[in-house]
T-cell receptor
Framework: EAGVTQFPSHSVIEKGQTVTLRCDPI?????LYWYRRVMGKEIKFLLHFVKESKQDESGMPNNRFLAERTGGTYSTLKVQPAELEDSGVYFC???????????????FGEGSRLTVL | AQSVTQLDSHVSVSEGTPVLLRCNYSSSYSPSLFWYVQHPNKGLQLLLKYTSAATLVKGINGFEAEFKKSETSFHLTKPSAHMSDAAEYFCVVRGFSNTGKLIFGQGTTLQVKP
């Protein structure tokens, strides 16, 4: 079974540009999460999808970040325009269908490293 | 609010010696606690989890952790370190409402010397 896949693994852009990160969850996982680790800080929650609906987006830093999950399959996280402080590693995770989220293990991808110059 | 504090940012041990990675938590109710590991260029992998069953939790690769409510601790241990254990370890508490919203500690980098 394929794990959580993230693309690109590393992206280097200039301040003001746009970047789109993609996450393909494990097949059949309704829950999809985005997390972020900026340099020297802890990993922090960004948002949670259940299928195509945003269940919790309390961790999204500002309106330059837009997450989508059309069709309830893969998800994208767009940063527009990117700022220096957006640099970090963006992790995606998925877990079993709704109703099992309370005890279900989160399976993480390898992360997408974003560098904003 | 819940939080976790990993008491050491870096731990160095010799191969074959015990490993102790320390974690204290803060929670206003009975928490769900986890340890995740991240090897270089790999994703986060669940080592073990505590969800109010047995206080001594056994995980993969010989790791275990003991939930101590009186000390608000959830330290990770392994009797004998292996070179392949070198990685970054995260103590994690599940957020309120029992969702997949996880709160991570700052991480502890484990170095294993030959």
């Amino acid at each position: 079974e394929a794990g959580v896949t993230q693309f690109p693994s590393h992206s280097v852009i200039e301040k003001g540009q746009t970047v789109t990160l993609r996450c393909d969850p494990i097949s059949g996982h309704d829950n999809l999460y985005w997390y972020r680790r900026v340099m020297g800080k802890e990993i922090k929650f960004l948002l949670h999808f259940v299928k195509e609906s945003k269940q919790d987006e309390s961790g999204m830093p500002n309106n330059r970040f837009l997450a989508e999950r059309t069709g309830g399959t893969y998800s994208t996280l767009k940063v527009q325009p990117a700022e220096l402080e957006d640099s970090g590693v963006y992790f995606c995770a998925s877990s079993h269908p709704a109703g099992q989220a309370g005890t279900g293990e989160l399976f993480f991808g390898e992360g997408s490293r974003l560098t904003v110059l | 609010a819940q939080s976790v504090t990993q008491l050491d940012s870096h731990v160095s041990v010799s191969e074959g010696t015990p490993v102790l990675l320390r974690c204290n938590y803060s929670s206003s109710y009975s928490p769900s606690l986890f340890w995740y590991v991240q090897h270089p260029n790999k994703g986060l992998q669940l080592l073990l989890k505590y969800t109010s069953a047995a206080t001594l939790v056994k995980g993969i690769n010989g790791f275990e952790a003991e939930f101590k409510k009186s000390e608000t601790s959830f330290h990770l241990t392994k009797p004998s370190a292996h070179m392949s254990d070198a990685a970054e370890y995260f103590c994690v508490v599940r957020g309120f409402s029992n969702t997949g919203k996880l709160i991570f500690g700052q991480g502890t980098t484990l170095q294993v010397k030959p």
